[in-house]
């Protein structure tokens, strides 16, 4: 393992606290780049601490390949879910 997972989340989880405004994590479960156990325990610290937060997972994609999806789909997924997401969040 080329990444340092757990003192990647472990600094990240220094600023995570009940207050903080809705989260949304993005990722890929093919990425090869950044382990999907990243987000997973960054999800689990956010909920932990009583943030708001969500995990969304594409199984199909690496590392931004939902984001270039994004740019020749006709409908593409990642965007359907972000407009569900924002649709949710309370108003500023």
């Not at 950044?34 to 994609?61: H, N």
Request: glycine share 4%; hydrophobic share 40%.
């Amino acid at each position: 393992d080329n990444h340092d997972v757990e003192g990647l989340v472990l600094k990240g989880e220094r600023f995570v606290r009940p207050d903080l405004p809705p989260i949304t994590l993005i990722h890929g479960e093919q990425d090869e780049t950044v382990d999907i156990a990243m987000s997973e325990q960054f999800q689990a610290a956010l909920q932990a601490a009583g943030a708001s937060s969500r995990l969304l997972r594409y199984p199909e994609a690496r590392h931004s390949d939902f984001l270039f999806t994004a740019l020749t789909e006709e409908n593409p997924q990642i965007v359907a879910d972000l407009v569900a997401v924002s649709r949710d969040c309370p108003p500023v």
